[in-house]
């Protein structure tokens, strides 16, 4: 099968080391070795040497494990990659521990970044520092929070902090079952949460992924997904190409952003044209009411 004319990848190497200790994520405080990072940093540029030589339209959004920010050779792949005139967009999803200051020499017109707020774990100026810096760079960016209950009420008082053109998401807590009431209260600081409360039944509908949109891991091993095992070929022999085109969701339920907004029938491209990668809705900020 020839390429599709733009490609996007979502890429995850092996680095899973954090400087956060969120309950809720398995890789809390993870530490790798000299020698894993070593291995994830080879890793990466090796996916950054590809993407240089690919010649088709191409996106990028790295996934990692663990915090990439904080490693030097992440700053690096994404200020490169924002240059490169076949990147549309380049974007990491980033707890913003880190300074922001390396994107001075990024593209800012195709680099993105998705943080997140996790309230146990960062000072609440510190973290909205790292916001107003952005903004005041003039980086693309959104931020979001996990909706634990206990997280509400730093949530609002993020939402009423921030510059109305930042979009503020919210993730459903992971096997949490929200009531009316808290759904609505969640809404009111993120109004598309109603696609994050409940798993989306996927099985047997078109999704984007495996013909448009691939995983890709350190080895450059292809998968249509980060949650279909089913390896698609390899992306630095090429393998992979042939096997790209429209394929229905194995699965039951999608229940993550990154998987689900390519799901066609949410009509989620619409909703986030311009910014799926980076998960910024099209029509944002909202209209004011009244």
Same mark, same amino acid.
């Given at each position: 099968?020839?390429?599709?004319?733009?490609?996007?990848?979502?890429?995850?190497?092996?680095?899973?080391?954090? !400087?956060?200790?969120?309950?809720?994520?398995?890789?809390?405080?993870?530490?790798?070795?000299?020698?894993?990072?070593?291995?994830?940093?080879?890793?990466?540029? $090796?996916?950054?040497?590809?993407?240089? *030589?690919?010649?088709?339209?191409?996106?990028?959004?790295?996934?990692?494990?663990? *915090?990439?920010?904080?490693?030097?050779?992440?700053?690096?792949?994404?200020?490169?990659?924002?240059?490169?005139?076949?990147?549309?967009?380049?974007?990491?999803?980033? +707890?913003?521990?880190?300074?922001?200051?390396?994107?001075?020499?990024?593209?800012?017109?195709?680099?993105?970044?998705? =943080?997140?707020?996790?309230?146990?774990?960062?000072?609440?100026?510190?973290?909205?520092?790292?916001?107003?810096?952005?903004?005041?760079?003039?980086?693309?960016?959104?931020?979001?929070?996990? =909706?634990?209950?206990?997280?509400?009420?730093?949530?609002?008082?993020?939402?009423? !902090?921030?510059?109305?053109?930042?979009?503020?998401?919210?993730?459903?807590?992971?096997?949490?079952?929200?009531?009316?009431? *808290?759904?609505?209260?969640?809404? *009111?600081?993120?109004?598309?949460?109603?696609?994050?409360?409940?798993?989306?039944?996927?099985?047997?509908?078109?999704?984007?992924?495996?013909?448009?949109?691939?995983?890709?891991?350190?080895?450059?091993?292809?998968?249509?997904?980060?949650?279909?095992?089913?390896?698609?070929? +390899?992306?630095?022999?090429?393998?992979? $190409?042939?096997?790209?085109?429209?394929?229905?969701?194995?699965?039951?339920?999608?229940?993550?952003?990154?998987?689900?907004?390519?799901?066609?029938?949410?009509?989620?491209?619409?909703?986030?044209?311009?910014?799926?990668?980076?998960?910024?809705?099209?029509?944002?900020?909202?209209?004011?009411?009244?």
């Amino acid at each position: 099968m020839v390429p599709p004319r733009h490609l996007t990848i979502l890429y995850r190497g092996p680095l899973a080391s954090c !400087d956060y200790d969120c309950s809720y994520c398995p890789f809390a405080k993870r530490k790798d070795t000299p020698a894993q990072l070593r291995a994830d940093r080879a890793a990466l540029e $090796r996916f950054v040497g590809w993407v240089r *030589e690919w010649r088709q339209g191409v996106s990028v959004l790295f996934t990692p494990w663990g *915090e990439g920010l904080a490693r030097s050779w992440y700053r690096r792949a994404l200020v490169e990659l924002s240059h490169l005139p076949h990147v549309e967009r380049v974007a990491i999803q980033t +707890n913003l521990s880190h300074r922001v200051d390396w994107t001075d020499g990024a593209d800012l017109s195709r680099l993105a970044l998705w =943080g997140t707020y996790h309230p146990s774990q960062v000072p609440y100026e510190r973290f909205l520092g790292r916001c107003r810096d952005l903004a005041e760079r003039g980086a693309r960016f959104s931020v979001g929070v996990v =909706g634990q209950p206990g997280h509400l009420e730093a949530a609002r008082r993020l939402r009423r !902090d921030l510059p109305a053109g930042v979009y503020l998401w919210v993730n459903a807590a992971e096997g949490r079952a929200y009531t009316d009431a *808290e759904a609505t209260d969640w809404a *009111e600081i993120d109004p598309l949460f109603a696609y994050s409360r409940v798993p989306h039944p996927s099985r047997g509908l078109p999704c984007r992924t495996g013909e448009t949109v691939v995983s890709v891991d350190g080895e450059g091993t292809v998968r249509r997904c980060h949650f279909v095992p089913t390896v698609l070929g +390899n992306l630095y022999d090429g393998s992979f $190409r042939a096997t790209l085109g429209p394929r229905a969701c194995p699965l039951d339920v999608c229940d993550c952003h990154i998987g689900y907004v390519h799901l066609e029938p949410l009509g989620l491209y619409s909703t986030f044209a311009g910014g799926v990668l980076e998960r910024i809705p099209a029509a944002w900020p909202p209209p004011k009411r009244g």
